[in-house]
């Protein structure tokens, strides 16, 4: 069993920067890849970015490479995602996903409860 426990979100202007984190309990935090998903109203839940249990292995969806990084503490147990250049796009619930890979939803195990972002342009 894996527990997450997603913070950071908020309301931010155009331009603007979020850091969102991601708390891990249960099982060995270094075992398993974490993923950031979002849903925006109306649209299906994607990927955002993933990383490896080691945090060799990094993916991006390509609508935010270059303006997020995902980064892993397995000291921690936490997983962030540094977000820059925040457009009204990205506004949406942002969700935390544990043990899985790949862009689908249905391929990750775990979940947490989801965090808002919200963009003002």
């Known amino acids: 069993q894996v527990q997450l426990v997603e913070s950071g979100g908020g309301l931010v202007q155009a331009g603007g920067s979020l850091r969102l984190s991601c708390a891990a309990s249960g099982r060995t935090f270094s075992t398993y890849a974490v993923g950031w998903f979002r849903q925006a109203p109306g649209k299906q839940r994607e990927l955002v970015a993933g990383?490896?249990?080691?945090?060799?292995?990094?993916t991006y969806a390509d609508s935010v490479k270059g303006r997020f990084t995902i980064s892993r503490d397995n000291a921690k147990n936490t997983v962030d995602l540094q977000m820059n250049s925040l457009q009204s796009e990205d506004t949406a619930v942002y969700y935390c996903?544990?043990?899985?890979?790949?862009?689908?939803?249905?391929?990750?195990?775990?979940w947490g409860q989801g965090t808002q972002v919200a963009v003002s342009s």
């Open positions: 996903a544990a043990v899985g890979w790949g862009r689908s939803p249905s391929s990750w195990t775990y």
């Open positions: 990383i490896s249990s080691s945090g060799g292995t990094i």
